[in-house]
């Protein structure tokens, strides 16, 4: 959905015939003698008169499949080790402690930190900088600035620029609320997409991005609270139908409902990710393109505390 527009021009990707172009050639469409890739396909083994037809088939992920029984049976199998990206990822060990950067930058003093990791070690809740803004020891902005050099990448600043609207509507609204990020600023030249987040980085919402939208992402870090008064700004724009199902049905379940909307919306083409919490299928059709949520039942895994 990213390949109209300009740098510095708002998007409409559903509208561009470039990205049309682009998409139906990776999705394998228009092929002028279409071979279902479904190794089981009763297709396959019939007469080579049934060859001189040409089936309405659907394409996933660039492989194309000649009916829903096909269609529904590569999905399942896409799905299946997809699930697990569904879960929130597992919090990065390696890196310097946030409280040491902060001491050895002057924001704040070792009593300070004391303080901070006796309440956080008390209460069994919450990050450092957390504590460290809470007791007042430390700014929002001296915290953010510390983990831009804690995960060696950029803050940007969301309250000095709005490009965030051009590009937000990109990406469905309850995975951007979902993993609390929002895609900040797109360079058509290069096709690169960058996204900002709070605290950490989600390398596994970044590869759905670039997975599902044909580009490649740069990560940065935003403050936690530019970051909610962009998403509620983004809550009262206009934005791409998304709808949003229940997943617990597991891969079957997810496939056979896949479908019946690919069949009502006329679907051409399917692509799918996993994302935290979410089952992320994208539908392009010749009207342009509808996302599917599938909601996944999560495990609750204790937030990380460094």
């Not at 006796?118 to 929002?140: F, N």
Request: with cysteine; aromatic share 8%; glycine share 8%.
């Amino acid at each position: 959905m990213i390949g109209a527009g300009t740098q510095d021009e708002p998007l409409d990707a559903a509208k561009s015939d470039e990205f049309s172009n682009r998409w139906k050639a990776s999705m394998g469409l228009g092929r002028s003698t279409p071979q279902c890739e479904a190794l089981a396909c009763p297709r396959r083994r019939r007469s080579w008169r049934a060859w001189l037809e040409t089936p309405r088939g659907t394409s996933l992920d660039g492989h194309w499949y000649c009916g829903p029984e096909c269609f529904q049976q590569a999905l399942v199998s896409a799905v299946e080790p997809l699930l697990s990206a569904t879960a929130p990822p597992p919090a990065t060990a390696h890196r310097v402690p946030l409280g040491l950067l902060m001491l050895s930058r002057g924001y704040v003093g070792p009593e300070q930190l004391k303080q901070a990791l006796k309440a956080q070690k008390d209460s069994g809740t919450g990050r450092v900088g957390e504590w460290l803004r809470h007791i007042g020891a430390a700014t929002e902005e001296q915290v953010t600035q510390v983990l831009g050099l804690q995960w060696s990448m950029p803050v940007y600043p969301l309250h000095q620029t709005r490009h965030y609207l051009e590009c937000a509507h990109l990406i469905p609204l309850a995975l951007l609320e979902a993993v609390e990020m929002v895609p900040v600023h797109y360079l058509a030249a290069s096709r690169h997409l960058y996204m900002a987040f709070v605290d950490r980085v989600n390398y596994t919402a970044l590869y759905s991005v670039e997975k599902m939208l044909d580009c490649r992402t740069e990560p940065c870090l935003a403050s936690q609270s530019q970051m909610q008064e962009a998403l509620q700004e983004l809550r009262t724009q206009p934005r791409p139908a998304e709808l949003v199902v229940d997943g617990s049905g597991g891969p079957a379940q997810i496939a056979e409902t896949t479908w019946s909307y690919v069949s009502r919306l006329g679907g051409e083409g399917v692509r799918v990710a996993g994302f935290t919490g979410f089952l992320w299928i994208r539908i392009l059709s010749l009207g342009g393109s509808n996302d599917l949520l599938f909601r996944i039942p999560q495990i609750e895994i204790p937030p990380p505390t460094a």
